[in-house]
């Protein structure tokens, strides 16, 4: 359903829309991301960002298609804002997500928030288990933080606040989740109590801001300068002080040389219909594939046809996600520093074909063929500035790489 404008119009906001060209007299719409726990928090940082900046706003609850479960596109966010709403409230930004290359506009952060480990504050109350059960949200940086980690059975469940009850019920003796969902979920259910511990991720470390379209530089302008001044006066930290995280669950991240994917998919528990549907295959505990001092040789060769090939299937698999630019929209950038560094790599060439190949699609762990799998390796080795040949890659030639995936144009 669309967002339709209020038709009052006040002394304030005629002045204000003379000052910003684009916005309509009943003020500035401001949407939230359907189902997201942070959305309470999202409203009230607008409402107080507006009011101090002097601009009326309406706010929309939403402006997306909320059917589906996959992410939302760069492509769904920008009809989103021309047509439902002049600003995103409450968006996700990360060093590996975080829309560069796209042609919105985003302010400073106002919430600095993350992944964190989340289990029940009373011991006796945690399930006895003799395998480590850790629930996390699907197609959610949760569920990449949760399937590098070893011996565990994965417990997938559709939303943030299932991934928190498996906990709170047993289901599961912890979780992976966005932190702002264990506040949400507090704040409904104040008999329960959790612990809280940071995760050792690049995926877990994200800020939320407001996202605008292209036409709206001027009204971000005046968004940066009101959360300035919150900043300043206190306002924001006031505003946000329920939704940081707690000194336990601010965990040092991981040094990039110690990071890697794994070579293979965690156990996956089916909790739900959906969840039964994305877990078809016969899974195996994989391991971490680390880049060190003593790794190199030259990047396995790849062809012109399979790059191509790559493209397709990524556009038709992997982009609405990772983004049409590999630039990160729900998931991370699969171009750039964050990935493929220029040196001192993080990965190996092995190491995310090995991750890739059973971990991805999230809604299809595994669902390629392995001839596809290496054509979406070319297709990601030609688009971080590796150098096509005549010989094919293959599957076998692919996972044994332990090169560095450091990009270049020299390979």
């Given at each position: 359903?669309?967002?339709?404008?209020?038709?009052?119009?006040?002394?304030?906001?005629?002045?204000?829309?003379?000052?910003?060209?684009?916005?309509?007299?009943?003020?500035?719409?401001?949407?939230?991301?359907?189902?997201?726990?942070?959305?309470?928090?999202?409203?009230?940082?607008?409402?107080?960002?507006?009011?101090?900046?002097?601009?009326?706003?309406?706010?929309?609850?939403?402006?997306?298609?909320?059917?589906?479960?996959?992410?939302?596109?760069?492509?769904?966010?920008?009809?989103?804002?021309?047509?439902?709403?002049?600003?995103?409230?409450?968006?996700?930004?990360?060093?590996?997500?975080?829309?560069?290359?796209?042609?919105?506009?985003?302010?400073?952060?106002?919430?600095?928030?993350?992944?964190?480990?989340?289990?029940?504050?009373?011991?006796?109350?945690?399930?006895?288990?003799?395998?480590?059960?850790?629930?996390?949200?699907?197609?959610?940086?949760?569920?990449?933080?949760?399937v590098q980690q070893h011996d565990i059975t994965l417990d997938l469940e559709n939303t943030p606040e299932l991934t928190v009850e498996a906990v709170a019920k047993g289901h599961a003796q912890r979780a992976i989740v966005w932190y702002p969902a264990v506040v949400a979920y507090s704040l409904a259910h104040p008999q329960r109590h959790f612990e809280v511990a940071g995760t050792a991720s690049p995926?877990?470390?994200?800020?939320?801001?407001?996202?605008?379209?292209?036409?709206?530089?001027?009204?971000?302008?005046?968004?940066?300068?009101?959360?300035?001044?919150?900043?300043?006066?206190?306002?924001?930290?006031?505003?946000?002080?329920?939704?940081?995280?707690?000194?336990?669950?601010q965990a040092a991240q991981p040094a990039t040389d110690r990071f890697a994917y794994m070579d293979g998919p965690v156990r996956v528990a089916a909790s739900s219909d959906m969840a039964q549907a994305r877990a078809r295959l016969p899974i195996r505990a994989g391991n971490f594939i680390r880049v060190d001092a003593t790794m190199g040789g030259d990047p396995p060769a790849f062809s012109r046809g399979q790059v191509a090939h790559g493209k397709t299937l990524y556009a038709g698999s992997c982009a609405k996600c990772h983004g049409a630019q590999l630039q990160g929209v729900n998931a991370p950038a699969l171009r750039g520093p964050a990935f493929a560094p220029a040196a001192n790599a993080h990965l190996t060439i092995g190491g995310v074909f090995g991750y890739m190949a059973s971990n991805m699609p999230a809604d299809r762990p595994g669902k390629l063929k392995p001839d596809d799998y290496a054509d979406l390796m070319a297709f990601l080795l030609n688009s971080n500035g590796y150098s096509a040949s005549t010989t094919k890659l293959t599957a076998d030639s692919a996972k044994a790489s332990s090169t560095p995936l450091n990009a270049g144009t020299s390979h």
């Open positions: 359903m669309k967002i339709r404008l209020n038709s009052l119009v006040t002394c304030l906001l005629m002045t204000c829309s003379a000052v910003l060209p684009g916005i309509a007299t009943a003020g500035v719409r401001v949407c939230t991301f359907p189902g997201s726990p942070s959305t309470a928090l999202d409203q009230a940082v607008t409402r107080e960002a507006f009011k101090t900046a002097g601009i009326a706003v309406s706010l929309a609850p939403g402006g997306f298609d909320g059917s589906d479960d996959d992410g939302i596109s760069l492509k769904e966010l920008g009809r989103a804002l021309g047509h439902s709403c002049d600003v995103i409230a409450g968006f996700p930004r990360s060093s590996v997500a975080d829309g560069t290359g796209s042609k919105l506009l985003f302010s400073q952060s106002y919430l600095r928030s993350g992944y964190v480990s989340v289990s029940v504050k009373d011991p006796s109350a945690k399930p006895a288990a003799a395998t480590d059960i850790v629930a996390a949200t699907y197609a959610s940086p949760a569920q990449l933080i949760a995926y877990a470390d994200w800020q939320l801001v407001f996202a605008f379209g292209p036409a709206h530089a001027a009204l971000q302008q005046r968004i940066d300068a009101a959360l300035a001044k919150m900043t300043a006066n206190g306002k924001l930290a006031a505003l946000t002080l329920q939704w940081a995280m707690p000194d336990t669950a």
